[in-house]
C-alpha cells in the first residue's frame, strides 16, 4: 500500500521541491501552506509521515503536533525548522515528533528520516493489528468455552432426570422412550467432546504453541 505524506511548508518553492522528491521516493504527496490548510488537509485525509514546518504564517507547527497528538492514530511528524536552536529542537521532540531536520534540508538525510518514519508507522499499524486479532481470538475462545459449559450443563440436566424418571416409572412405552431420550443426550455428550478433540473452528492463536484455538479449553468448569 502506498503511504501518504503530508508536507506542510510555507516557502512555495521549497514546498514544490520536497514534494516532487518524495513523490519520485514513491509517496503520495499532500501539502499544505499555513496551519490553517494543514488542518483542512487532515480533516480529508489521513497521512502515514507530516513533514512540518515550525514557522508558519497563521502559528507555529507545535499547534499542529499538539492537535494530531489528540487523534486515535496520529501520524508521525518530522520537524523541519530554519533555527539550530537546541530549544526549538528538544520542544518538538517533547511534544512527540519522530525526527527534526534543520534547514537548508539535506536529500540524503530527508530521504532516510521520511523512510525511517514510514516503516515505523507501518510497524505500530501492524501491532495494531495484531493487538485486534488477539481481542477478536480471545472473544470467540471465550464463546467456545461458554457454549460448551452451558451444552454440558443442559445435558447433565437433561440425563439426570432422565434417569430419575426412568426408574421410577413402569410403563414399558414410556420407560423405552426414556431410554431413547438417554441414549440421544449420551450422543449429544459425545458429539461435544469429539467436536473439542477434532479441534473444528480453528483459528489462529500465537499464544499457543500449536498456534490454533484449542476447544479442549472450553470444557474448563464443565460438569462431571
Known amino acids: ?120 508507522f507501518q510497524l505500530r499499524r501492524s501491532a495494531r493489528e495484531i493487538e485486534r486479532l488477539r481481542a477478536h481470538e480471545e472473544a470467540m475462545r471465550a464463546t467456545a468455552r461458554a457454549a460448551a459449559h452451558h451444552i454440558s450443563q443442559h445435558l447433565t440436566v437433561i440425563m439426570g432426570e432422565t434417569q430419575l424418571l426412568h426408574e421410577e416409572i413402569d410403563d414399558p412405552e414410556v420407560r423405552a422412550g426414556l431410554e431413547r431420550i438417554l441414549r440421544a443426550t449420551e450422543q449429544a455428550a459425545q458429539t461435544l467432546i469429539e467436536l473439542r478433540a477434532a479441534r473444528h473452528f480453528v483459528v489462529l492463536d500465537p499464544s499457543n504453541p500449536n498456534g490454533i484455538l484449542d476447544l479442549n479449553a472450553a470444557g474448563e468448569g464443565d460438569p462431571e
Not at 525548522?81 to 534540508?105: C, H, N, Q, W, Y
Open 1 to 120: 500500500m502506498q503511504e501518504q505524506l503530508l508536507v506542510v511548508e510555507d516557502d512555495v518553492v521549497l514546498q514544490l521541491s520536497l514534494s516532487a522528491l518524495l513523490r519520485r521516493d514513491g509517496l503520495a504527496v499532500i501539502a499544505a501552506r499555513s496551519v490553517a490548510e494543514a488542518r483542512m488537509q487532515l480533516l480529508r485525509e489521513r497521512p502515514s509521515v507530516v513533514l512540518l514546518d515550525v514557522g508558519l504564517p497563521d502559528g507555529s507547527g507545535f499547534e499542529l503536533i499538539e492537535t494530531l497528538n489528540a487523534t486515535p492514530e496520529p501520524p508521525l511528524v518530522i520537524v523541519t525548522t530554519g533555527s539550530d536552536s537546541l530549544s526549538t529542537v528538544v520542544e518538538a521532540l517533547r511534544l512527540g515528533a519522530f525526527d527534526f531536520l534543520i534547514k537548508p534540508i539535506n536529500n540524503d538525510l530527508l530521504r532516510a528520516a521520511v523512510q525511517r518514519a514510514v516503516e515505523h
